[in-house]
DNA sequence: TGTACACTCTTGTATATACAAGCTTGGTTG
DNA sequence: CAACCAAGCTTGTATATACAAGAGTGTACA
């Protein structure tokens, strides 16, 4: 075949060809002509059809995957990526019911649930002594199977005795903790982070990849409940908030 | 040359490649060997180093680019980044100071500054009636020449009627409104976003790269002041806050 | 009937090669 | 001395090719 349009080397005469296999997908997702879970053209077909290599093709798919248009899997094909849900911030709102809200299954894995030494900045967060027992938990939020919270939480062994006896699987420590222990303030700090070695793991993202961390202190009238670590991959998560001051 | 260590045809038995000199990058940084704006090994140093090919070294300089990790410009070479600025999220402060507080230089670029018809959505922030006239302004603030801050802002001319007259060159609106009107209250809200094309445009990132979005309605005792949009490239910023409720 | 195997399509990794384009350096020339 | 130009480095884009590995399909054989 075929027609051998222009130029065989590049040129890169104004903008790389991969850009336009980027642009002309993403108008076809926002048109609404390719809805979520559509299967995108395999690499072979998009090279054909656009009269580039297969390598110039994969590109295109390559990096609207890494910017959480597509998702890909090895034998199966590319396929358009659901639009990233969207979680509050003001509410302290429980994950599981923030994707059961969504319509989709929830689930999670317990990575971590033992006593702990608290680290000094454990025991100021917590208004405990330094070297104090804490309880230690890190819990792995699942929306449909897919990893989008990772959860580490220091938890006053005072105020709630019984929580290492908890059963998470079945209500998230959030859950647990204001029902036994009604909460009247929190403080909450949000940063965007690039994922440490033991977040990307749990997460199932590359190290680096950038997540919106959150910090959050959790009171109730008898004192700090909690401190809690929460990171979200940036690709499947949005979080809203309404500060005032 | 060459030992050809092993088997020429790759096998991935555990591991690609690529991901081991992104290990060995990643630990050279963090060991401190390499501080920032170190000058990395070139493509195909790297390459004759670790005995693959220029592709397979370019593919782990790429992704740590991508990461925020190193900074690359044709013609120069590959340069290990800064580590992410942190910006506050409490204190409204002005972005000139925080870049100087960084022993950064400063600057900005002016995209637009006009008189405008409120939309419904600006007219309910700013507690004007739809269809007022408003000032709008479009300004991206500069790090050492590097786009740090998209401002786009809608401003309530009853109260500060001689917006449009100001050097935003020298003072920045929000130095500007703190003084001629001093602010009481502010609601604030958080978002990760993937760019659009406007603000990739102006912040020199790629459509749909990974950003912080923050909107902001300054209050001062007269009313609603001004009501913005600042993203943030999410490579190039960090961002703290204390909520409380 | 049912299991095992081969075939085919997909994405993933790796290489060798070519040329484009940006920046620095050094030499040549006016 | 200054201006210009060429050489040599860098990263950026693009291709052709090869093999690895995951997933589905269908066929042949026990």
């Keep these: ?17 991969y850009a336009a296999i980027k642009a002309h997908i993403r108008a076809q997702i926002e048109s609404g002509e390719w809805p979520a879970h559509f299967r995108v053209p ?23 995957t890494d910017e959480g ?19 509050s911030l003001l509410e302290v709102r429980n994950i599981a019911d923030e994707v059961a809200a969504r319509g989709h299954s929830y689930g999670n894995r317990i990575l971590k649930l033992e006593q702990a030494i608290a680290s000094t900045e454990v025991a100021v967060a917590l208004g405990l002594a330094e ?17 989008i919270q990772f959860e580490e939480r220091y938890t006053n062994p005072t105020l709630v ?27 909450t700090t949000v940063e965007a982070i ?5 977040v990307a793991e749990a997460l199932e993202i ?3 990849s950038a997540c919106l ?7 109730s009238r008898a004192g700090t409940v909690s401190f809690a670590r929460l990171v979200h991959p940036g690709n499947r998560y949005r979080l809203g908030a309404q500060l005032r001051f």
Tied chains: 1, 2.
């Design 131 to 147: 070297g104090a027992a804490v309880y230690h938990s890190i819990i792995v939020h699942l929306d449909n199977g897919l990893p």
């Design 206 to 208: 590359d190290k680096g």
């Design 42 to 64: 395999s690499e072979n077909q998009l090279a054909q059809d656009f009269n580039v290599s297969r390598m110039t093709a994969r590109r295109a798919l390559s990096e609207l």
């Design 1 to 17: 075949m075929s027609s051998q349009i222009s130029s065989t080397t590049t040129g890169a005469s104004s903008q790389p060809r």
């Design 213 to 219: 961390q959150i910090w959050r202190r959790t009171m």
């Design 161 to 187: 005795p019984e929580y290492l006896q908890q059963d998470f699987s079945a209500a998230t420590p959030n859950e647990y903790l204001t029902r036994v222990a009604p909460l009247t303030e929190a403080d």
């Design 69 to 87: 248009v597509l998702m890909r899997s090895q034998g199966l094909g590319t396929f358009v990526a659901e639009p990233v849900p969207a979680g």
């Design 194 to 198: 690039g994922a440490d070695g033991a």
